[in-house]
Nanobody
Framework: VQLQASGGGSVQPGGSLRLACAAT????????IGWFRQVPGKEREGVAY?????????CYLDSAKGRFTISRNDDKNVVFLQMNSLKVEDTGTYFC????????????????WGQGTLVTVSS
């Protein structure tokens, strides 16, 4: 499995960014795919994910609910994270990742990581 993340950048508070993760190499539909982030001084935390089997989406991070939306394209090979109303505390490195189907969205269950993409929110 290969995951290629893109879309990070610098924005002012209140701005928006859309991250994309291009995914290749899967041999099964039974997995979850989505995003983690690592903000300065904190452990890597789950943000949101999609159950690839049925397309259901979950926003795992309470502070992101109502602001971040995860989605995918029709071919199911690109996953997006639309981030609106960005806050300074959203600054960090965002990672695309997968976990096995049925496992929780926690870094200890991740079986594939993409490279990080840096998001900087500052005025």
């Amino acid at each position: 499995v290969q995951l290629q993340a893109s879309g990070g950048g610098s924005v002012q508070p209140g701005g928006s960014l859309r991250l994309a993760c291009a995914a290749t190499g899967f041999t099964s539909d039974y997995y979850n795919i989505g995003w983690f982030r690592q903000v300065p001084g904190k452990e890597r935390e789950g943000v949101a994910y999609i159950n690839n089997r049925d397309g259901s989406t979950y926003c795992y991070l309470d502070s992101a609910k109502g602001r971040f939306t995860i989605s995918r394209n029709d071919d199911k090979n690109v996953v997006f994270l639309q981030m609106n109303s960005l806050k300074v505390e959203d600054t960090g490195t965002y990672f695309c990742a997968t976990t096995p189907y049925g496992d929780s969205w926690h870094s200890i269950f991740v079986d594939a990581w993409g490279q990080g993409t840096l998001v900087t929110v500052s005025s």
